[in-house]
T-cell receptor, first 113, second 111 residues
Framework: DQQVKQNSPSLSVQEGRISILNCDYTNSMFDYFLWYKKYPAEGPTFLISISSIKDKNEDGRFTVFLNKSAKHLSLHIVPSQPGDSAVYFCAASETSGTYKYIFGTGTRLKVLA | DAGITQSPRHKVTETGTPVTLRCHQTENHRYMYWYRQDPGHGLRLIHYSYGVKDTDKGEVSDGYSVSRSKTEDFLLTLESATSSQTSVYFC??????????FGQGTRLTVV
């Protein structure tokens, strides 16, 4: 049973517009959520995170929103740039426990110039 | 970049042979992880370690074993490789969060 789900395998967005990537989770014990970006033939790189005590975290063009009651988080990229084209993974962990990071299946974002 | 080195970076092996992948870190981080990445499945946790000689199973541990005799090294062993273990394997490290840092990956092909 998948604890972290990314239901959109792919997304295409025009350059300059907003990209919204979504993630759902089922385990209410998760208290830390992260987004990673992955280019082909490279390891995933950390992008942005959010603690369960917050509902929003911003870092430049990237904002993550957390809706705990809905067990849903989203990553907004504004404005989208061609260099943002990559696979984005959502991940969740229990920071009071074993620090296991459980990942979703990923969303491939393509930003069109 | 976090100091994580995976070796080998590419390997082709035959079904039924044992294979060991190595992850080496220079960050002195407590936690180390092995993931596999497959199309349609994303990144799935195989095993992880929370200290020297302390390891536990992840989501897809069958057919894999791990060992951590030193803080800096985490070994993943496929006792008898099968074609279903053809994948890209990533090692990651963390130090009680918030994020984990990943290595470059090892592409393993079992023929």
């Amino acid at each position: 049973d998948q604890q972290v789900k990314q239901n959109s395998p792919s997304l295409s967005v025009q350059e300059g517009r907003i990209s919204i990537l979504n993630c759902d989770y089922t385990n209410s014990m998760f208290d830390y959520f992260l987004w990673y970006k992955k280019y082909p033939a490279e390891g995933p790189t950390f992008l942005i995170s959010i603690s369960s005590i917050k509902d929003k975290n911003e870092d430049g063009r990237f904002t993550v929103f957390l809706n705990k009651s809905a067990k849903h988080l989203s990553l907004h990229i504004v404005p989208s740039q061609p260099g943002d084209s990559a696979v984005y993974f959502c991940a969740a962990s229990e920071t009071s426990g074993t620090y296991k990071y459980i990942f979703g299946t990923g969303t491939r974002l393509k930003v069109l110039a | 970049d976090a100091g994580i080195t995976q070796s080998p970076r590419h390997k082709v092996t035959e079904t039924g042979t044992p294979v060991t992948l190595r992850c080496h870190q220079t960050e002195n981080h407590r936690y180390m992880y092995w993931y596999r990445q497959d199309p349609g499945h994303g990144l799935r946790l195989i095993h992880y370690s929370y200290g020297v000689k302390d390891t536990d199973k992840g989501e897809v541990s069958d057919g894999y074993s791990v060992s951590r005799s030193k803080t800096e090294d985490f070994l993943l062993t496929l006792e008898s490789a099968t074609s279903s273990q053809t994948s890209v394997y990533f090692c990651a490290i963390s130090d009680r969060g918030p994020e984990a840092f990943f290595g470059q990956g090892t592409r393993l092909t079992v023929v």
